[in-house]
């Protein structure tokens, strides 16, 4: 990396990053507790360069940086697992390498999938547009310049304008525009097939934009920088409008040749992602609230104060568990990570309490580490019930050759921690 391209993203916060150009994920940087504004992409000194626990791809005019997950080892597998696992990414190579990818249409594209279905899940996006109309059945107001060009002499038409909710508008042109491009690429347009939700959504959006290529792309791009989505109940929309402007802006070399001095690519939080992956691996067994959309929100104390989201709450209430994921080796959880989840299990009564995290492979055998509470400052045996709070780590296999046989070992794995916490 050049000294130019270090000095663009280094010891610069997430915030001062932010450009239409650079994707964030999860979208919504306020909302999100471990990925927010005041955190670094990259900490660099006079000896050093040391990345977060941000991953992804980022680039400046010809040169590109990927950021891989700290717990891969020579390969991006594990960080490819996850994007799998929760985004439905299809990952078919064998040998799976960011730095070898020529664009950044392969993790773009496999995200579109998600955000169309969260969006639709408000209907579809409603604009109120003006329509002219000129006939007897007067409606709205009346447009006098365009009467007085049309009806004269006057044959008992009248020229008048109304304002209705129309589903043709800038955002589902610019959504139809997507999913015409992604048909087009062959190794990617597999993603717009892969369950009937999509499929179902793509159908309503493609009867509803049927006047899309009416207006010419790069002039939809234009209108949809110039007038994000805003309106408080669309807000999925918003992220769904930024991955497609994303998307159809990639193209062509579009980053390198027009955007010399802006900072692209795509970023994900990577303690999101991870305790998104470990949902899909509990889910059955365990309640998700999520601070990102307000589920599951609860209190430590009484008239709504002390708002508190746990990762996790076993739906057993007769032997209540607590989990909360880190995406950080064993030794860095300490402190305040003890205090937070000793006062959820306190506040949810319950005597188990794990920490979920990842560890290659290589370097620990056994992954688990129990811990019992003590009964007071006086006392140093051991409460009753015991109360435990359990590190239980989830392995990260290091030796597999190629991506199909990463799975199988990983496979292996998630039985084994599911065996831990379920019982």
């Given at each position: ?48 360069i040391r990345t977060t626990n941000v991953m992804g791809s980022i680039g400046y005019k010809d040169e590109r940086l990927f950021i891989g ?355």
């Open positions: 990396m050049s000294d130019d391209f270090i000095g663009r993203i280094a010891n610069k916060n997430i915030e001062d990053l932010e450009t239409s150009n650079l994707f964030l994920f999860p979208p919504k940087l306020s909302d999100i507790d471990d990925l927010d504004a005041s955190h670094f992409l990259m900490m660099a000194n006079s000896e050093r997950s700290r717990f891969d080892v020579d390969n991006d597998y594990f960080f490819y697992y996850m994007l799998k696992k929760v985004l439905n990414m299809n990952v078919i190579n064998t040998e799976v390498n960011m730095e070898h990818q020529s664009s950044f249409l392969e993790l773009l594209i496999p995200l579109f999938p998600k955000l169309l279905n969260n969006a639709m899940k408000k209907g579809l996006y409603k604009e109120y547009k003006v329509q002219h109309h000129n006939d007897t059945n007067v409606k709205g107001t009346i447009d006098f310049k365009r009467h007085l060009k049309k009806n004269v002499p006057f044959l008992g038409n009248i020229a008048y304008n109304t304002r209705e909710f129309s589903y043709e508008n800038h955002v589902i042109h610019l959504i139809r525009y997507t999913i015409e491009f992604i048909k087009r690429r062959k190794s990617l347009r597999k993603v717009l097939y892969m369950n009937d939700i999509t499929k179902e959504n793509i159908h309503v959006i493609e009867e509803n934009s049927t006047h899309f290529a009416s207006i010419h792309l790069a002039k939809t791009i234009h209108l949809n920088i110039r007038r994000p989505v805003r309106h408080g109940y669309y807000f999925e929309y918003q992220a769904l409008q930024r991955l497609c402007i994303a998307i159809l802006r990639a193209e062509s070399n579009y980053f390198k040749k027009n955007t010399n001095d802006e900072i692209y690519g795509i970023l994900f939080d990577g303690a999101w992602l991870f305790e998104e992956y470990v949902n899909t691996l509990i889910d059955d067994r365990f309640i998700h609230p999520q601070n990102t959309k307000g589920i599951g929100r609860h209190y430590l104390f009484n008239a709504a104060n002390g708002l508190i989201y746990p990762d996790f709450i076993s739906k057993d209430t007769l032997n209540r568990k607590i989990a909360d994921t880190k995406y950080k080796p064993i030794n860095n959880i300490r402190g305040r990570d003890y205090l937070q989840i000793i006062a959820y299990m306190h506040r949810f009564e319950a005597d188990e309490g794990y920490f979920i995290y990842p560890f290659q492979e290589n370097m620990n055998k056994t992954g688990e580490n129990s811990l019992s509470l003590l009964s007071g400052v006086k006392h140093t045996n051991i409460r009753e019930p015991n109360i435990m709070v359990v590190k239980s780590g989830i392995a990260i296999p290091s030796q597999e050759k190629d991506f199909n046989a990463f799975e199988r070992a990983m496979y292996e794995e998630e039985i084994k921690l599911k065996n831990r916490i379920i019982q």
